[in-house]
């Protein structure tokens, strides 16, 4: 769950399966004239659209600290259970597609493995992982290695790259109104090597408006919306009133606006 505290005292909330479709959109809309289109165009789509309903399981049932507040989702500690939520996704997707299922486990074994050294900015925090995290990522990262075999490597990391950069973007979008900042390497086209690229340059226009250069998407201006609720507090005496307000809150729309 991505929490932001609003100035007037209510609660954000998006959730990691709405951040999670903001960022199949950037992907589906990714490519022009001078930047590449995904290929396998339908597998990469899919695989950004869901990359993070290993999260689902959560949401069903969001839990609240001893603080009276609702955790963010980095400081929720990765239990078994999660990590079942994790393995779900990836194995529900390798059932759909399984050029998807293999981006979106490398997608969640890189994320404890500082995203494999394929971003510079903004870096990936190293932390102290758990047994059972380390089998989770031993058992899958052999896992991928077995799947990689029936698919091209180069435009497979190319992929996996790509998948980083919108889950960066989506991050951007999610956690806080848009700042300037950057991303990089960003590839531009297949073939390239993986710490080659160009810096994506964001700068905002307004809160709901934001520059990039170079220009990704297929349409000027490319709009695309990310789905929260708003909560009238940001502590609950209980978990139940907690959830009471989360269940009840109604589902709104931010749109943004790429120039």
């Known amino acids: 769950m991505i929490v932001r505290k609003e100035p007037d005292g209510r609660l954000l ?8 479709r903001l960022v199949g959109q950037l992907g589906a809309h990714w490519g ?5 289109r995904p290929e396998p165009y339908d597998s990469v789509a899919r695989a950004a659209a869901f990359h993070d309903y290993g999260w689902l399981r959560y949401e069903t049932a969001p839990e609240l600290a001893a603080t009276g507040e609702t955790p963010e989702f980095r400081q929720i500690p990765t239990t078994e259970a ?9 194995d529900w997707l390798s059932g759909i597609d ?17 995203r494999y050294e394929t971003i510079k900015h903004p870096q ?6 758990s047994p059972a995290v380390e089998r989770f990522i031993a058992a899958n990262e052999a896992r991928q290695e077995r799947e990689r075999k029936a698919f091209d490597p ?3 990391w ?12 989506g991050l951007y979008f999610c956690c806080a109104d848009p700042v300037e900042d950057f991303i990089e390497p960003v590839p531009l086209a297949y073939g390239t090597a993986r710490n080659e690229g160009v810096r994506l340059a964001m700068t905002p226009k307004d809160r709901r408006r934001v520059a990039f250069d170079p220009y990704p998407f ?6 695309v919306q990310l789905c929260y609720r708003t909560l009238p507090q940001t502590r609950f005496d209980d978990l139940a009133s907690f959830r009471h307000a989360y269940f009840t809150a109604p589902v709104a729309v931010m749109e943004f606006e790429l120039v």
């Open 154 to 156: 180069a435009q497979l």
């Open 82 to 90: 999660q990590l079942a939520g994790y393995q779900w996704c990836i």
């Open 218 to 223: 297929d349409e000027r201006p490319c709009r």
């Open 13 to 20: 909330l998006i959730g990691q399966t709405d951040h999670s």
């Open 158 to 169: 190319t992929n996996y790259r790509l998948l980083q950069v919108w889950d960066l973007l």
């Open 32 to 36: 022009n004239a001078q930047v590449a």
């Open 124 to 129: 990936n925090a190293i932390r102290t992982l």
């Open 98 to 114: 399984p050029y998807s299922g293999l981006m979106v486990g490398m997608h969640r074994t890189g994320l404890w493995r500082a």
